[in-house]
């Protein structure tokens, strides 16, 4: 395998490897996890919830958190993304915007903690968010199902704003879903089987780009809005995992696809995430993709600006740093 990829992809793979398997006493420099190269047009990007909807203590569901420009905006709200947030050091009432990529529940059942979790610690105002058609009717929902909560909250001795419990929900199309201080974030239309419309993200700040794919079968549109984008994170199906689903009847890529979506867009950095099982993924993805890759799991951290580096968070708050 070394000498089928040459010199530069085997140190490729060994950084794939070290981002796969990383504990804290990882051969490479060692940095706190704030002091990781950041710059003023950088793009962090914390992969909160990795996993899918069977439970996993060491994988959550699906969130992404990505801080540009000042603001901290959240892409999906799966199971414990307000925990991961904590162990990411941000507080739910910190997050500016919400965009859910589609409305299956691993992707949006974090929501109400993350709403109400955010008022409780001190959110003065609505939250915001954005999502496909429904995502408007749920919000609407989400207040009635929680009134009881909420009023209980709004009064002494606890007192917290009415304002702060508000939720200004936007259905969204494809196109850009929001334009604030320089960061865009673009929604583009992905195949996520009869989930329509379900979305993918790309967010755009001081001339650098990432893009997550959310739930997608291999998707020409992804490729089209991924162009020139610096890391792409993408969904793939665990290729030991038990599916009873037919390959040809399955919503979300095989690693393969996902691999070939890399090699279409040639991003500084191609993430995966969103797997049940590890096993065999990044094999599978190398046999369309050789570029640099990392396999997920919760906490990784990958800073985008001149260069892209990526490390994982550890309890003490430590990191191994790798870049590209
Ligand atoms: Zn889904």
Redesign the pocket.
């Known amino acids: 395998m070394t000498m089928r990829f040459g010199e530069i992809i085997f140190r490729r793979t060994v950084f794939v490897t070290l981002a796969s398997l990383m504990t804290v006493a990882c051969a490479a420099t060692t940095v706190n996890a704030a002091g990781a190269a950041k710059s003023a047009d950088a793009i962090r990007v914390t992969m909160l919830g990795t996993g899918t909807p069977y439970p996993s203590a060491e994988r959550f569901e699906a969130a992404i958190l990505v801080e540009a420009g000042g603001k901290r905006l959240l892409f999906d709200c799966g199971r414990g993304a307000v925990i991961r947030l904590s162990q990411a050091g941000v507080k739910a009432s910190e997050i500016d915007a919400v965009f859910l990529t ?1 409305l ?1 529940s ?2 949006v059942v974090g929501l109400p903690d993350l709403w109400l979790t955010g008022w409780f610690l001190g959110r003065p105002d609505a939250l915001e968010l954005f999502g496909p058609s429904g995502t408007k009717s749920m919000a609407t929902h989400l207040a009635e199902a929680f009134a009881g909560d909420i009023a209980a909250r709004e009064a002494a001795p606890e007192n917290l704003p009415s304002a702060g419990v508000e939720i200004t929900a936007k259905d969204i199309e494809e196109g850009i879903a929001y334009d604030e201080g320089g960061v865009r974030v673009t929604a583009f239309l992905v195949d ?1 089987g009869n ?1 329509k419309p ?1 979305f993918g993200y790309r967010v755009d700040y001081g001339g650098h780009a990432v893009v997550i794919s959310g ?1 997608t079968n291999f998707s020409e549109n992804l490729i089209h809005f991924a162009r020139g984008a610096d890391c792409v994170m993408h969904a793939a199906w665990s290729v030991g995992a038990t599916n009873p689903t037919p390959p040809a009847q399955r ?2 890529a095989s690693a393969e696809d996902a691999g070939r979506v890399f090699a279409a867009v040639r991003p500084k950095l191609a993430v995966v995430y969103h797997y049940e099982d590890a096993a065999g993924i990044e094999r599978a993805v190398r046999t369309e993709y050789a570029g640099p890759l990392v396999v997920a799991k919760d906490l990784l951290v990958i800073d985008v600006g001149k260069e892209v580096t990526w490390h994982a968070r550890t309890e003490s708050g430590g990191s191994a740093t790798h870049a590209k």
Request: aromatic share 0%.
């Open positions: 589609h299956h691993d992707h996520h989930v379900a739930d919503t979300i």
